[in-house]
């Protein structure tokens, strides 16, 4: 089987989904549609990233409300999280900056919050020099779900098995 990625809106997802043109696509949320197939395939949870020093550095956990006010840095491409972001702190000031090399070199060189994702963590690893603190609101928790074609579910059982023993809800 071969796999390819798409970044796409939701609609064009489902509208491709629909005409055949994706056989699997996954989303942030889960539909109620009886003609679609869907299992939870994963999560993502946002961290604050900050400098050792910093007055959150050593709490287990801070939410959004807490660091209101503050300005962060932040990659312009992040997604879903801007909207997020934003709307949890609507005092806060969002210094972006393109292209990941830049921002690290950023993040390295400054004192300003920034954020993390356990996903990016994984694939970029961590900083030395900062402590990543989870935040504990829900709305830092993103959950994603796959779907295909009703008729097609038979054909990825087997993959939808092994999303369920990994990612049950």
Same mark, same amino acid.
């Given at each position: 089987?071969?796999? @390819? %990625?798409? !970044?796409? %809106?939701?609609? @064009? !997802?489902? /509208?491709?989904?629909?005409?055949?043109?994706? /056989? $699997? &696509?996954?989303?942030? +949320?889960? !539909?109620?549609?009886?003609?679609? @197939?869907?299992?939870? *395939?994963? =999560?993502?949870?946002?961290?604050?990233?900050?400098?050792?020093?910093? +007055? &959150?550095?050593? $709490?287990?956990? *801070?939410?959004? #409300?807490?660091?209101?006010?503050? =300005?962060?840095? $932040?990659?312009?491409?992040?997604?879903?999280?801007?909207?997020?972001? #934003?709307?949890?702190?609507?005092?806060?000031?969002?210094?972006? /900056?393109?292209? $990941?090399?830049?921002?690290? @070199?950023?993040?390295?060189?400054? =004192?300003?919050?920034?954020?993390? %994702?356990?996903? %990016?963590?994984? !694939?970029?690893? +961590?900083?030395?020099?900062?402590?990543?603190?989870? &935040? =504990?609101?829900?709305?830092?928790?993103?959950?994603?779900?796959?779907? *295909?074609?009703?008729?097609?579910?038979?054909?990825?059982?087997?993959?939808?098995?092994?999303?369920?023993?990994?990612?049950?809800?």
């Amino acid at each position: 089987m071969t796999l @390819a %990625t798409e !970044l796409r %809106t939701e609609e @064009a !997802l489902l /509208q491709g989904l629909d005409r055949g043109i994706y /056989q $699997m &696509i996954v989303l942030n +949320r889960r !539909l109620e549609d009886d003609g679609l @197939a869907c299992r939870p *395939c994963g =999560s993502e949870r946002l961290h604050f990233s900050v400098p050792p020093e910093h +007055r &959150i550095a050593g $709490m287990e956990a *801070c939410s959004f #409300r807490d660091m209101d006010g503050e =300005s962060f840095l $932040m990659a312009s491409e992040v997604g879903y999280w801007e909207r997020i972001v #934003r709307e949890a702190m609507p005092g806060a000031r969002f210094l972006r /900056q393109e292209g $990941m090399e830049a921002l690290q @070199a950023l993040i390295r060189a400054s =004192s300003l919050p920034s954020f993390a %994702t356990d996903v %990016t963590l994984r !694939l970029y690893g +961590r900083n030395s020099g900062r402590v990543y603190v989870p &935040i =504990s609101d829900d709305a830092a928790v993103e959950r994603f779900y796959c779907y *295909c074609k009703g008729e097609s579910e038979a054909r990825f059982r087997a993959w939808f098995r092994a999303l369920e023993r990994k990612y049950a809800d």
